[in-house]
Every structure is written in C-alpha cells, then in structure tokens.
C-alpha cells in the first residue's frame, strides 16, 4: 500500500537524514516504527504523508489503484500527534472536536449530518466514560485527550492511522488506556497502523511487526521477536540493553 524504494532526504549542505530506505507497508499491516530521538522518525513520517519529498528514490502509495494527488491520499490517513491535539480552543466540546475530523478542520464550523454526529458518538463511547461528549475539551486530562483525538481520527474510516508518540507524558495508567484503545484499532484488521515510539515498553501484541531506524538508516524490519534484540539495541545505544517480555510486553533495562 506504500512502498518507500530507496529514500534519501538530505539538509541543505548535503547531510543526510534519511539514507538510502526502503519499507513496505501492507494493507491492514500494523508496524512500530522506532527508533532514539533524533533517530529520523518524524521526517520519514513526513515522506509517507507526502508533506516533503525525498531528495532520492521514491514514494508509492496505492489502495485499489496507485494515488498520484498528495491530497487524496492525506484523506484517507488518520494522524494523532500534540501539535494538532494543542491546537483547539478552551471550551470546544468534545462532540465538536471528534466531528471536526469529518472536515479536517480544528473546530466545528458547519452542521454536521446526522450520520456523523451518530458516528462521533459511538467513537466517544469507545475512548470515554459514558455521557462526556458535552464536556470541554480542554478540562480533560492529557490521556483523555489522546483518546479523544484518536477517536477523531477514526472517523472517516482511515486506511492508514499514524500514531506518533501518542503516550508521550502520560502516567502508567493513562497510557495503558490509550494503548488498550489502539490494540482495539489494530485488532479489527481494516486499518494499516504505524505506531511511533522509543519505548520498548509501549509495544503491545497487537504489533507483529517493527521498523527500527537509527541515524536515518534501516537497522531492521520485519518481526518484532527477531528487531528487538539486546545486540542490536545495544549497538544503537551504545549500552548495555537488556530485553524481557513479561505477560506478552516487552521491557528494556540498561545495565550499569
């Protein structure tokens, strides 16, 4: 469904940030992308959504037929990250914020049909306790408004989802909420997933596979059990990394 043929991006000067990738994405696939900060992460997300082009190789992107107009395909992406989430005014509701979503718009500027108001409620209901969709928006706690936005982004039935840093800042147990709302999305099999992340510990089952990208390069991609190993890790950290998986997750620790 998008296929990356050997990318590069490079500064102005000649630096490379992204050097010489290639990735495929299934339909319905569900992948981490991950990787250290400053790993290139944010600017291959940018390439695959088509906001910058890569200075080498190529981007596909096809559904039932290949996509050439960028604003066709941004249609059919859902993406969660704080630079839109930070972006809605105090007092907006939450009904309104999710039903923007139908419009690409932040906030609600035109009546909404009744089968989108009907739809932004049953997203609601999945990601909130019952009866909040009348609350403001900004009275909700940093976990609640990730699930919020996720909801958002459902709403016109995504064939990618793009989840970048979606647990960032959150407590133990608001990002066990919002993992438990994307594990639902990956499950159901009709949305293509990318989960961004450089927590080990945010990794869920519902992820078969990972691309993991250190210094704009490719270190590995495929199954999740054979990218997440201690010699690899170590290697990009440059520290001693242990891997466990306790009750299915996985956890990192850096020996001393």
Same mark, same amino acid.
């Given at each position: 469904?998008?296929?990356?043929?050997? @990318?590069?991006?490079? /500064?102005?000067?000649?630096?490379?940030?992204?050097? $010489?990738?290639?990735?495929? &994405? =299934?339909?319905?696939? %569900?992948?981490?992308?991950?990787?250290?900060?400053?790993?290139?992460?944010?600017?291959?997300?940018?390439?695959?959504?088509?906001?910058?082009?890569?200075?080498?190789?190529? @981007?596909?992107?096809? /559904?039932?037929?290949?996509?050439?107009?960028?604003? $066709?395909?941004?249609?059919? &992406? =859902?993406?969660?990250? %704080?630079?839109?989430?930070d972006m809605f005014l105090p007092g907006e509701r939450i009904i309104d914020v999710v039903t923007s979503g139908y419009y690409g718009s932040i906030g609600l500027y035109e009546d909404p049909e009744k089968f989108m108001m009907e739809k932004s409620m049953t997203l609601i209901e999945s990601a909130l306790p019952p009866h909040r969709e009348n609350d403001p928006f900004s009275n909700l706690s940093d976990g609640e408004k990730q699930r919020v936005m996720i909801a958002r982004s459902m709403v016109n039935e995504p064939s990618v989802l793009i989840l970048d840093e979606p647990c960032e800042g959150l407590d133990l147990a608001a990002r066990e909420d919002v993992l438990s709302l994307i594990d639902g999305i990956a499950a159901a099999g009709r949305t293509s997933?990318?989960?961004?992340?450089?927590?080990?510990?945010?990794?869920?089952?519902?992820?078969?596979?990972?691309?993991?990208?250190?210094?704009?390069?490719?270190?590995?991609k495929g199954d999740i059990e054979d990218g997440l190993s201690e010699s690899l890790l170590s290697d990009i950290y440059k520290r001693s990394i242990r891997i466990m998986k306790l009750s299915g997750r996985f956890h990192a620790m850096v020996e001393r």
């Open positions: 469904m998008i296929e990356l043929d050997n @990318v590069s991006l490079y /500064f102005p000067g000649g630096k490379k940030i992204i050097n $010489d990738v290639s990735w495929n &994405i =299934g339909e319905r696939e %569900s992948w981490v992308l991950f990787g250290k900060n400053g790993s290139g992460k944010t600017k291959l997300l940018e390439m695959i959504s088509g906001y910058i082009s890569p200075s080498n190789g190529s @981007v596909r992107r096809r /559904f039932s037929e290949e996509v050439y107009d960028l604003r $066709d395909f941004r249609k059919r &992406i =859902g993406h969660v990250g %704080s630079k839109v989430r997933v990318i989960y961004v992340t450089h927590h080990v510990e945010e990794i869920t089952e519902a992820f078969r596979n990972i691309f993991i990208i250190d210094e704009g390069k490719c270190r590995f």
